[in-house]
């Protein structure tokens, strides 16, 4: 893993977790998986299933190395329930993105306010 995509430890992805594997791109490569706290700006984050949903809050993302496939989820930070983001089915080009996309999701929810 390239520690210059690592978020700093004043960004708002301090909380995430990377079980990444290594060997991403093999076919029996694990699904890579990575999970960061987050506080939403006004208005929260929209999900599929409860509509709106504010406050410290998680962001799960997983991709498939085989097809690409992303899953994006969020939860109450610490809570069992865990919900979708509206929209996809979601792809990545190379499963390899993971970790970049997961982080430039966190900061497009992490925003700070106008």
Do not use: C
Not at 17 to 34: F, L
Not at 47 to 60: K, P, R, Y
Request: aromatic share 4%; glycine share 10%.
């Amino acid at each position: 893993m390239n520690d210059a995509r690592r978020p700093a430890a004043d960004s708002p992805g301090t909380g995430s977790t990377d079980t990444d594997s290594p060997d991403t791109g093999s076919p029996d490569a694990p699904v890579s998986d990575r999970h960061t706290v987050f506080s939403p700006p006004r208005g929260g984050v929209m999900t599929a299933e409860v509509g709106v949903i504010t406050g410290e809050l998680e962001l799960h993302t997983t991709a498939d190395p085989k097809d690409g496939g992303l899953t994006l989820r969020v939860r109450y930070a610490g809570a069992a329930e865990w919900y979708t983001a509206p929209g996809g089915p979601y792809r990545l080009h190379d499963p390899r993105d993971h970790e970049v996309v997961h982080d430039v999701l966190v900061n497009l929810l992490h925003r700070d306010q106008p």
